[in-house]
């Protein structure tokens, strides 16, 4: 491990991915790193480009397929203690980006502030939600970003402001590597009136998604002006299975994973194009992926 000499506490040779994510299937990482300084993650990513090696960022893995042949070169974990400190002042939430999403809802709520509720029931952490600008149909965190402290694939540091910042569906105009912060401004409101909205959002992801099974959310994004669910259901896809996978009963956007030791990353990869063909034929509208398949 001569390219991490001095930082072997943090870097893990051929670390099993596949428990990293919410699918839970996949194979290993060549490296598998998890700063605790911003100087460790920056001399980490120094020493990857001098050497030409990937470098591959993951949060908790709510939203990536890693492949059974696993992945070469980094892949780089903030540490969730180090990075995943909230903090709040007055209506300024700020959290780091290893910070579940989970937690910054409850710590807003049980400091009345609200804005953030429609991120109930979502996995992910601080970077990867503003990433992607995680969400749902009560709305999405973006709405609510302030500034977003990044690195570059350089080490450098630098604040993204909010006049600066652009967010649409599933997507964000934040481009650099990793994401280190964010601040979120939000509301004052009665404890009673966020959890009433809150209780309303988990209720209603409870009745129509598959909130217990190893998934990774929607497997599509929705095509302009149609659902990707209601697509696959129509297309009579409900219940398919290919291997260890399987196309949800509960809501067809989502492709579950039914037995993490038997199931490999190829059932869910043939399973995604066994619908994207599906639907072409039938609708002749091709769905675009909204979760990350590695490599």
Known sequence: MTIFKGLETIVQRDFPLGPMTT????????????????????????????????????????????????????????????????AIEEDLLRAGAAAPLANVVAEAARNSLSGVECLVGIPGSVGGGVRMNAGGAYGDIGETVERVKVMDAHGETFHRERE?????????????RFILEAELRLLADSVSAINKRMKKVWISKKNSQPMSAATAGCAFKNPRGLSAGLLID???????????????????????????????????????????????????????LEIEIWP
């Open 234 to 288: 129509q297309a009579g896809l409900k219940g398919t299975a290919v291997g260890g996978a399987a196309v949800s009963r509960k809501h067809a956007n989502f492709i579950i994973v039914k037995d993490k030791k038997k199931a490999k990353a190829a059932d869910v990869l043939a399973l995604i194009e066994q619908v994207r063909k599906a639907v072409k034929e039938r609708f002749d509208v091709y769905l675009e």
């Open 23 to 86: 699918f839970g299937v996949g194979g290993k990482a060549q490296y598998f790193v998890r700063p605790r300084t911003e100087d460790e993650l920056r001399e980490t990513i120094e020493r990857c480009t001098r050497k030409k090696l990937a470098v591959h960022a993951i949060g908790r893995g709510s939203n990536v397929l890693v492949g059974d042949e696993g992945v070469t070169g980094a892949v780089i974990q903030l540490d969730p203690k180090a990075f995943g400190v909230i």
């Open 164 to 176: 600066d910042l652009a967010f649409g569906y599933r997507t964000s105009n934040v481009s650099a």
